[in-house]
Nanobody, 125 residues
Framework: QVQLVESGGGLVQTGGSLRLSCVAS????????MGWFRQAPGKEREFVAH????????YYADSVKGRFAISRDNAKNTVYLQMNSLKPEDSAIYYC??????????????????WGQGTQVSVSS
């Protein structure tokens, strides 16, 4: 069974940067598209970014476009989220997830079948 483990979260000031990593166990990582989501207290989990299996097609939420970059290294079974120009509203628990392609909607939580435990990102003003 595939397991996903996120790391790289922390506390950063407004305008700072963080790089999140998500390491997947198992041999099928390179066959799947992956996504990053986030969830702030009292809010629903929301889509952040998506990357296809090859790493050459990406999608972003409008709120992070131009500031965040998703990438992957299939040799290391790892997907990354580089976050620049961080804002207080980016504070949340960030989760990586494996895309199950149920309806083809990359921004829907229901199209992902495996989730990590999350890593906390806090941005101070």
């Amino acid at each position: 069974q595939v397991q996903l483990v996120e790391s790289g979260g922390g506390l950063v000031q407004t305008g700072g940067s963080l790089r999140l990593s998500c390491v997947a166990s198992g041999r099928t990582f390179s066959s799947y598209a992956m996504g990053w989501f986030r969830q702030a207290p009292g809010k629903e989990r929301e889509f952040v970014a998506h990357i296809n299996w090859a790493g050459d097609i990406t999608y972003y939420a409008d709120s992070v476009k131009g500031r965040f970059a998703i990438s992957r290294d299939n040799a290391k079974n790892t997907v990354y989220l580089q976050m620049n120009s961080l804002k207080p509203e980016d504070s949340a628990i960030y989760y990586c997830a494996r895309f199950a392609y149920r309806s083809g909607r990359y921004s829907s939580v229901n199209d992902y079948d495996t989730w990590g435990q999350g890593t906390q990102v806090s941005v101070s003003s």
